[in-house]
């Protein structure tokens, strides 16, 4: 690594503090420090003979350098400084600089920056400010860069928003100036090294044994799912604990705009959205591919989002024959979720009367999942409900489980209750069809659940 040939692409003036490292870390001269080694490091290096060596092997040539051009400089800085030095130049060159301290930490589930004076991270359903700075917008913006780049994607004053994902799955949203007028602006929600199961959805009290019982029953019967809810909710992550019940047999089909579902089955083929190219060409949507799926032999389909105009197709797929697929769609209830799902089935361009789209989805889907976020941070499942059919121009539905919020404690818990409406659905017989058990008394309205 002693090649001549400045890394322009790589070439930043960094030094933004790292969480872990205190006051010394977020101060003005230790910044200016970092940028001077990183820039005289850059200086140093080939970009060809970089990316040519092993991570490791980089990550451990970076360091003597870094030592080697601390002894040059003769700078007067104690071990953990070095330390310090060292680590933060290594972020910068191998990974996502400054961020990295934050993806590294288990208890953070989304990484929120506000330009680059500002970083926010939510831990355990809560944000709080974290100590972590970029250096100025600049740096901020070579970071997004190098995310984006990664997946093939680009951002800049043309194009100045982008979804894309990193290679843990975590979702990544960045807008830019001149749209974001502070400043560039990323999101990352992370997730779990480790897929959430559903016994991680009982230890936190998200939903009841017999909730997960009868979800556990509708995937292995084959029954068409929607999961609603709010951002961050969790629907992508229900999904991906849902997902696990499917048989190993099967062929699935997952379409998503930025892939993010993380399912264990051998047999699985994930498609992703193409955005267009500079010249506003290229782009391959949801729907396209959604379409192209059904020539693929899918056993089940699963649409990580519906947005738009896909929509009609999943549901003439779920109607067609691809029986326990499942998507998910934003919505703060139940019935707004099918009214979504009607509003996004007329942007297809068909001029199909109200009740003929009403009939679409109620014959396509069995059942509605509806998820929310409480105020204390944590996510529960607060409503599953069966569409039993249509009355009339509207879709029916009935309530099987609910949650119901009493009050709050003096600590700001949400307090209240699981419990079964006293209903009990149609889709029961199907599942016995099948070989699932389920006990009657899952549906008494008696039992209640803290």
């Given at each position: 690594m002693s090649?001549?040939d400045?890394?322009?692409?790589t070439?930043?003036?960094?030094g933004a503090?790292?969480a872990?490292?205190?006051?010394?870390a977020?101060?003005?001269p230790?910044?200016?420090l970092?940028s001077?080694?990183?820039?005289?490091?850059?200086d140093r290096?080939?970009?060809?003979?970089?990316?040519?060596m092993?991570?490791d092997r980089?990550?451990?040539?970076?360091?003597?350098?870094v030592e080697?051009l601390?002894a040059?400089?003769?700078l007067?800085?104690?071990a953990a400084?070095r330390?310090?030095?060292?680590r933060?130049?290594?972020?910068?060159?191998?990974?996502?600089?400054?961020?990295?301290?934050?993806m590294?930490?288990p208890?953070?589930?989304d990484?929120?920056?506000n330009t680059?004076?500002?970083?926010y991270?939510e831990?355990?359903?809560?944000?709080e400010?974290?100590?972590?700075?970029?250096?100025?917008d600049?740096?901020?913006v070579?970071?997004?860069d190098?995310i984006v780049?990664?997946v093939?994607?680009?951002?800049?004053?043309s194009?100045?928003m982008?979804?894309a994902r990193l290679?843990d799955?975590?979702?990544?949203?960045?807008?830019i100036?001149?749209?974001?007028?502070?400043?560039?602006?990323?999101s990352i929600?992370?997730?779990?090294v480790?897929?959430?199961?559903?016994?991680?959805?009982?230890?936190?009290?998200s939903?009841t044994?017999?909730?997960a019982q009868?979800?556990?029953g509708?995937?292995?019967?084959?029954v068409?799912?929607?999961l609603?809810?709010?951002?961050?909710?969790?629907?992508t992550?229900?999904?991906?604990?849902?997902?696990a019940?499917?048989?190993?047999?099967?062929?699935?089909?997952t379409?998503e705009d930025a892939?993010?579902?993380?399912l264990?089955?051998?047999?699985?083929?994930?498609?992703?959205?193409?955005?267009?190219?500079?010249?506003?060409?290229?782009?391959?949507?949801?729907?396209?591919l959604?379409?192209?799926?059904?020539?693929m032999?899918?056993?089940?389909?699963?649409?990580?989002?519906v947005?738009?105009a896909?929509?009609l197709?999943m549901l003439?797929?779920?109607?067609?024959?691809?029986?326990?697929?499942?998507t998910t769609?934003?919505?703060n209830?139940?019935?707004?979720?099918?009214t979504?799902?009607?509003?996004?089935?007329?942007?297809?361009?068909?001029?199909l009367?109200p009740?003929a789209m009403?009939?679409?989805?109620s014959?396509?889907?069995t059942?509605l999942?509806q998820?929310a976020r409480?105020?204390?941070?944590?996510?529960?499942?607060?409503?599953?409900?069966?569409?039993?059919?249509?009355?009339?121009?509207?879709?029916?539905?009935?309530?099987?489980f609910?949650?119901?919020?009493?009050?709050i404690?003096?600590d700001g818990?949400?307090?209240?209750?699981f419990q079964?409406?006293?209903?009990?659905p149609?889709?029961?017989?199907?599942l016995?069809?099948?070989g699932?058990?389920?006990p009657?008394?899952?549906?008494?309205?008696q039992?209640t659940?803290e």
């Open positions: 090649l001549r400045p890394l322009e692409q070439k930043n003036d960094t503090p790292d872990e490292h205190g006051a010394s977020a101060s003005k230790y910044q200016k970092k001077h080694i990183h820039r005289k490091l850059l290096v080939d970009l060809a003979v970089m990316e040519s092993p991570p980089l990550r451990e040539e970076i360091k003597i350098l080697r601390i040059e400089e003769n007067a800085i104690n400084e330390q310090s030095l060292v933060d130049i290594q972020h910068e060159v191998l990974g996502l600089g400054p961020l990295e301290s934050l590294a930490d208890t953070i589930s990484i929120l920056v680059h004076r500002q970083v991270v831990r355990h359903g809560r944000l400010l974290s100590d972590v700075r970029f250096e100025n600049e740096h901020l070579k970071i997004i190098k780049s990664g093939g994607r680009r951002i800049d004053e194009s100045p982008v979804d290679p799955g975590s979702r990544v949203n960045a807008i100036p001149p749209l974001a007028i502070d400043g560039p602006i990323l929600r992370r997730f779990a480790v897929p959430m199961r559903m016994d991680d959805f009982l230890q936190y009290k939903l044994p017999g909730m009868v979800l556990e509708l995937v292995k019967a084959r068409n799912m929607l609603s809810g709010g951002t961050g909710t969790g629907k992550t229900l999904l991906n604990v849902l997902s019940f499917i048989p190993t047999t099967e062929r699935i089909v379409i892939a993010e579902l993380q264990q089955q051998p047999h699985v083929v994930r498609l992703e959205t193409r955005p267009p190219n500079i010249e506003g060409k290229g782009e391959v949507t949801q729907r396209a959604v379409r192209n799926s059904l020539r032999r899918p056993d089940r389909i699963i649409v990580g989002e947005r738009g896909e929509v197709d003439q797929a779920m109607n067609t024959g691809h029986d326990g697929s499942m769609v934003h919505a209830s139940a019935r707004d979720a099918l979504r799902l009607e509003n996004m089935t007329g942007m297809a361009g068909l001029n009367p009740k009403r009939q679409q989805i014959s396509a889907l059942v999942v998820i409480m105020s204390d941070g944590k996510r529960k499942l607060v409503s599953l409900q069966e569409i039993t059919g249509m009355e009339g121009d509207i879709i029916t539905m009935q309530e099987i609910a949650f119901e919020q009493t009050g404690a003096p818990t949400v307090l209240g209750h079964a409406t006293g209903i009990r149609k889709f029961v017989d199907r016995r069809v099948h699932i058990e389920v009657d008394d899952l549906f008494d309205p039992r659940y």
